[in-house]
């Protein structure tokens, strides 16, 4: 599965759009974009995913470049529960685990 | 929606006594979980996969005679922390997709287990 880049930590003022980057240059054409969240001593928690199209659902929107090679989660009004580590997670559709790098720790602040 | 419990949520055991963590899937059967590991500010590591009625299957570097897993049904998956050393200190996740899901994102995760050896 492709390596992907986040920034470690990232913070959001309350209310507003949080919008958090992820870099996977190397992507395969069958290989999805995942994000994930964990908040704090709990275990992580699905959000979306997308293969080249732009997704939407009730938690968050996700942005793929046209090229693929990165993409945004998009948490449109964010509030101080949303404050957890995500993960971007790049994988075949029928891989059988996930694979989980760094993350990115956001911070909502009131 | 389906739901993943794990037993205990913390545990606090003495260096080399064995530590036992229950995974268990809540209203469906499992024949495949997941077992990671994270250590404090870092990401989860998958440690095995628990397989119904076979051998789990370790990923490298993980020591399966230390950390025993046992999938006798198919709604109960249990690693064994064996001789336990404080550096096994550790947050235990397990995870599962109920059947039917779409595996793509039907992963449920339990709520983990933190483990301190003293």
């Known amino acids: 599965d492709a390596k992907t880049t986040q920034p470690p930590s990232m913070d959001c003022a309350e209310g507003r759009a949080a919008n958090l980057p992820c870099n996977h240059s190397?992507?395969?054409?069958?290989?999805?974009v995942y994000w994930y969240r964990q908040i704090h001593s709990q275990g992580p928690q699905y959000i979306i995913h997308?293969?080249?199209n732009n997704e939407t659902n009730e938690m968050a929107s996700l942005i793929i470049t046209e090229d693929r090679k990165s993409s945004t989660l998009i948490l449109p009004h964010a509030t101080l529960r949303d404050t957890a580590v995500y993960y971007c997670?790049?994988?075949?559709?029928?891989?059988?685990?996930?694979?989980f790098g760094g993350g990115t720790r956001l911070m909502v602040k009131p | 929606g389906a739901v993943v419990s794990q037993h205990p949520s913390r545990v606090i055991c003495k260096s080399g006594t064995s530590v036992k963590i229950e995974c268990r899937s809540l209203?469906?059967?499992?024949?495949?979980m997941f077992w990671y590991r994270q250590f404090p500010k870092k990401s989860l590591m998958l440690m095995a996969t628990?397989?119904?009625?076979?051998?789990?299957?370790?990923e490298q570097g993980v020591e399966k005679d230390k950390f025993l897993i046992n999938h006798a049904s198919l709604t109960l998956s249990t690693l064994t922390v064996t001789s336990a050393h404080p550096e096994d200190s550790s947050f235990y996740i397990c995870?599962?997709?109920?059947?039917?899901?779409?595996?793509?994102?039907?992963?449920?995760f339990g709520s983990g287990t933190r483990l301190t050896v003293v």
């Open positions: 190397t992507i395969s054409g069958n290989e999805y």
């Open positions: 209203d469906f059967q499992a024949t495949t």
């Open positions: 628990s397989n119904e009625g076979s051998k789990a299957t370790y």
């Open positions: 997670i790049v994988r075949v559709n029928a891989g059988n685990m996930l694979t």
């Open positions: 995870s599962a997709i109920p059947p039917g899901t779409d595996i793509n994102y039907g992963y449920t």
């Open positions: 997308g293969l080249k």
